[in-house]
């Protein structure tokens, strides 16, 4: 049978922990896929955990552990709905949740919560995780992680390729032709996170769903031009973001000061051109003439700003994951199954083009099942 490994994940935008089941021999097959919705007292202390805040300690290791179990309920409830055993598993591949990332400061870190000791244990599955922390250690950034599983299954050396993940930020890996020209990649700022966030404080509704109350709106060009004057846009890559750069207090931020009057929807629809207009001048920057540009993560699923990008890059066709076999929320977590099978064959996992490492580096740590 089919080596089988899991790939858990919970993003950004910390809405659910996605699973897939997924073998990648002689080519990439999705056996089953499952979410759970992330409870919102553990999303609410997750986001405090994103910034400074009172006795983080008590807080970090409770909601460690009980992430470390959602996680491993997440991958039993998928066992079961594909009558799996663990056996059947080879590994679990989990990236946990992103509480802090810094790596640009003078002692750069990372941290990823979610007790892999706890899901090994509730699952029966040997577990590898902590997968950014070595890529820190080499002098990367940690992410975007991502783009050597893009380069791996979507790289053509036909046509010039460009990957955009969009999920609460957003990065493209970059899959030129020419074999020659070495794979890149990084995050180009935020994608769902802040507009996400101005749906929940004023509708009340998780998101924007295909981006429909963002399109009653009108861009405010004046406040997009003093958002996109933040110092990360200007950074050269390699680089990465997070919730530590782009979250909702540094959004009402300009409405306490210079916009107090600028109408809910049109800071909606403002939104989703910040998100558009980061990831076109990245694109650009690529240089490339004509390509494919291939939509993943729940952006994807934002018809409005599905149809900015078209307009802006006119020299792009843009495709769905989902033409490849794989839905757009999906793509993430397969990755990270793949990142756990390389981990195992002692493979390297990062591209030091991508992240800024000193060299390829076999990324995270195996906890036995």
């Known amino acids: 049978m089919d080596e089988i490994y899991l790939g858990l994940m919970s993003g950004t935008s910390l809405d659910?922990?996605?699973?897939?089941?997924?073998?990648?021999?002689?080519?990439?097959?999705?056996?089953?896929?499952?979410?759970?919705?992330?409870?919102?007292?553990i999303r609410e202390d997750v986001l405090a955990l994103t910034q400074p805040y009172d006795n983080e300690i008590e807080r970090l290791g409770r909601v460690d552990v009980l992430l470390g179990q959602l996680f491993a309920d997440c991958a039993n409830q998928l066992l079961d709905k594909l009558n799996l055993s663990p056996s059947q598993i080879t590994a679990i591949g989990s990236h946990g949740q992103t509480i802090r990332h810094r790596p640009d400061l003078e002692t750069p870190f990372t941290l990823q919560i979610t007790d892999p000791n706890v899901i090994a244990e509730k699952t029966g599955i040997t577990v590898v995780a902590d997968f950014r922390r070595r890529d820190v250690a080499a002098g990367g950034q940690g992410a975007p992680l991502v783009p050597a599983f893009h380069a791996?299954?979507?790289?053509?050396?036909?046509?010039?390729?460009?990957?955009?993940?969009?999920?609460?930020?957003?990065?493209?890996?970059?899959?030129?032709?020419?074999?020659?020209?070495a794979v890149y990649g990084y995050d180009t700022g935020p994608a769902n996170v802040l507009m996400d966030a101005?749906?929940?404080?004023?509708?009340?509704q998780p998101f924007?769903?295909?981006g429909a109350w963002a399109a009653t709106g009108h861009v405010d060009s004046a406040l997009l031009a003093d958002m996109l004057a933040h110092p990360f846009f200007a950074k050269r890559p390699p680089k990465s973001t997070g919730r530590e750069d782009f979250h909702i207090d540094w959004l009402l931020e300009f409405f306490d000061c210079a916009y107090p009057n600028v109408l809910a929807e049109d800071i909606q629809a403002t939104l989703l051109a910040l998100t558009a207009q980061s990831v076109v001048d990245a694109v650009n920057q690529t240089g490339f003439s004509e390509g494919e540009l291939w939509l993943c993560g729940g952006g994807a699923y934002n018809k409005a700003l599905w149809q900015l990008l078209s307009t802006k890059l006119p020299h792009y066709t843009l495709h769905s994951t989902e033409e490849m076999g794989i839905a757009p929320t999906w793509l993430e977590a397969c990755a990270f199954a793949w990142l756990a099978k390389q981990t195992l064959a002692g493979f390297s996992g990062n591209l030091p083009a991508v992240t800024g490492a000193i060299g390829q580096r076999i990324l995270g740590g195996i906890f036995q099942a």
């Open 198 to 204: 101005w749906c929940q404080i004023t509708l009340k």
């Open 16 to 41: 659910a922990i996605d699973v897939v089941a997924v073998s990648f021999e002689p080519t990439l097959h999705l056996w089953g896929t499952h979410s759970l919705l992330l409870p919102a007292d």
């Open 152 to 181: 791996a299954i979507l790289r053509d050396h036909a046509i010039n390729r460009v990957v955009l993940n969009l999920g609460g930020m957003a990065n493209i890996t970059v899959l030129p032709a020419d074999s020659s020209v």
């Open 208 to 210: 924007d769903e295909n």
